[in-house]
């Protein structure tokens, strides 16, 4: 195997891969984990849809094309994170730092609309704003609440 086997998320079983087909699997299952019983929430079903319409626009948009795959993984990223920030309130480093060098490669590659220049001035801009907002917060509240800090 390339990848470790995939585990159900509400017991840990170990999972088939014909429990693991994106969507099929859940409409097959009627929504419940084959193992426990447990109900899979149908935010898997989302997920997946999503990321399969942003595969899909990105192959007609660009063709399979690198830009294509750049586009992809961008909204990967993007779906990610948005779910992960609903559940979690949290943006894993990795996932945020994937997405900033993804840009920065499109724009030096030339492939995206940004001139490589303006992309790290963004990226710049990007980590000073809420650094800012953080750091004013905390001289005004002289309490410091943010998980932000940590990376400075
Ligand atoms: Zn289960």
Redesign the pocket.
Known sequence: MLWPAST??????RLSWKENIPVLSWLFLRGK??????G?SPRYILVELLTGAAFAWSAWQFDLTLIALLYALFFTLAISLFFIDLETFLLPDHLTFSMLWLGLFGSAIGYLPVTPGDAVLGAVLGYLLPWSINKLYVLIRKHDNSLIHNHF
């Open positions: 159900a998320p509400c017991c840990g079983s984990c084959a193992h426990c019983g447990h899979i």
